[in-house]
């Protein structure tokens, strides 16, 4: 069956330094993955999308990569701040599929 | 905030009421999600809405039921709950990109939380 796993449920960093999400998936073929954070407590936001035929994706200190051989993206955040203490969603649609299958997410806390 | 709004925001029921829920977004999209939240498990697709016809139905069980008079509105109807039916309940809606490939960029309302005595 098809199966996202994001990589521990708590992740701990300094101020300043990169954070480094990783999204693996199985038994898909995805035409593109996104990623969305959430707040306690409210919605997801969407953050950003990459496609199938694109290794990388940048917006701003957020840059997402997506390896379609090892079937995993990678999420970075470039000099972290507290604000950007959130969980993280990965998700993926099945070809042919309008709805998305979102991982369990990785709880990021920023230390100051 | 993301144009999309869900009310009411907290609910308290017992088993044996009946309630619903209501999502309406200001987007202009033409697709309209459910989904339920608990507690440290991903999110869980209920049902899809294109263009108000369910084209989704994610094995729900009929104690839910939805309703979508419209593209803009979508309900969810709630009677005989169980107390592990409790968790965050959120819409979401995207726009289908005629003659691009479809991203399913999701936007989320803030959610209902639900609770079942």
């Known amino acids: 069956s098809q199966k996202i796993e994001q990589n521990s449920e708590a992740l701990n960093i300094q101020e300043g330094k990169t954070a480094t999400l990783t999204c693996n998936y199985t038994n898909y073929s995805p035409a593109y993955l996104q990623w969305y954070r959430q707040d306690p407590g409210r919605g997801p936001v969407f953050l950003l999308l990459?496609?199938?035929?694109?290794k990388e994706k940048r917006k701003e200190r957020l840059k997402v990569t997506f390896d379609t051989t090892l079937k995993q993206s990678l999420f970075h955040i470039t000099a972290s701040q507290p604000a950007d203490s959130a969980t993280y969603l990965c998700a993926l649609s099945a070809p042919g599929r309008r709805a998305l299958t979102f991982g369990s997410g990785t709880r990021l806390q920023v230390q100051p | 905030e993301t144009g999309v709004t869900q009310t009411p925001r907290h609910l308290v029921m017992g088993m044996t009421n009946k309630k619903s829920l209501k999502c309406e977004q200001h987007l202009g999209h033409n697709a309209m999600y459910w989904y339920k939240q608990s507690a440290k498990k991903p999110l869980e697709l209920m049902f899809v809405?294109?263009?108000?016809?369910?084209?989704e139905n994610n094995s729900v069980p009929s104690r839910f039921s939805p309703e979508c008079p419209n593209s803009s509105h979508l309900f969810l109807h709630l009677h005989t709950l169980q107390p592990e039916d409790s968790a965050l309940y959120l819409c979401a809606s995207s726009q289908d990109t005629s003659g691009e490939t479809i991203t399913d960029t999701q936007y989320f309302g803030p959610g209902t939380r639900l609770t079942v005595l």
């Open positions: 990459i496609r199938e035929n694109e």
């Open positions: 809405y294109n263009f108000k016809e369910q084209t």
